[in-house]
């Protein structure tokens, strides 16, 4: 069965730091990897999915098949990028399996 | 429309009662997913319209649980005998064709079902 973990519930990092926000995932099948993020009184929105190997607002993931993760990473945090995360797994041709989020706090 | 429109905002019921959820996918989306969000948890998948078909239907927990779609646009929620446990954020989503990796899912506010 698939499953994706995002092991931390919330994660607090000041401006200008680092950030990483994990999502390990299982499936059998080949994997396709989304982010989705919600900022405050703000829907759901996708921010960036493994097969465009895009960077959006300064963030990157890399899908790691060897250690089933796709961390999502930014190298310098802003204020604006407070929110909640969520990793999501494709399964199947149209179903998004999500995790369970991990809510962003940048400190000025 | 501009976005995924989702009416009503918030529903307060009773156990026991109907209710039905209504989303307006964005014009000329062909694919309408509907999820639900618990307290503390990610959205978790109902159910997939492709046109007016119910091309997945896996996700709906019981058979209380019930979706239309029936020109293939507008889409309809309906839950049966709600319980206590229905109590969540009902999202909903469109996209262009359904093909996930090619298109961007557009959610919905969501309709917060709560049932006393």
């Known amino acids: 069965a698939q499953r994706v973990t995002q092991p931390e519930k919330l994660l607090s990092v000041f401006k200008g730091a680092p950030v990483e926000l994990k999502c390990n995932y299982s499936?059998?099948?080949?994997?396709?990897l989304f982010w989705y993020v919600q900022y405050s009184r703000q829907r759901l929105q996708l921010l960036l999915r493994h097969i465009s190997r895009e960077s959006i607002k300064g963030f990157t993931a890399d899908l790691n098949k060897g250690e089933t993760s796709f961390h999502l990473k930014k190298p310098f945090a802003q204020e604006e990028d407070s929110a909640m995360y969520y990793c999501?797994?494709?399964?199947?041709?149209?179903?998004?399996?999500f995790g369970t989020g991990t809510r962003l706090t940048v400190i000025p | 429309g501009a976005g995924v429109s989702q009416t009503p905002s918030n529903k307060v019921t009773e156990k026991g009662k109907y209710v039905e959820l209504r989303c307006d996918p964005i014009s000329g989306h062909t694919a309408l997913y509907w999820y639900r969000q618990s307290l503390g948890q990610g959205p978790e998948f109902l159910i997939y319209f492709q046109g007016t078909g119910a091309a997945d239907d896996s996700g709906l927990p019981n058979d209380r649980f019930f979706a239309v779609r029936p020109e293939g646009s507008v889409s309809t929620l309906k839950i049966q005998r709600t319980e206590r446990g229905d109590s969540a954020v009902y999202l909903c989503?469109?996209?262009?064709?359904?093909?996930?990796?090619?298109?961007?899912?557009?959610f919905g506010a969501g309709s917060r079902l709560t049932v006393l």
């Open positions: 989503a469109s996209s262009l064709t359904g093909a996930l990796g090619a298109n961007v899912l557009t």
């Open positions: 499936y059998s099948g080949s994997p396709e």
């Open positions: 999501a797994l494709q399964t199947g041709a149209n179903n998004l399996f």
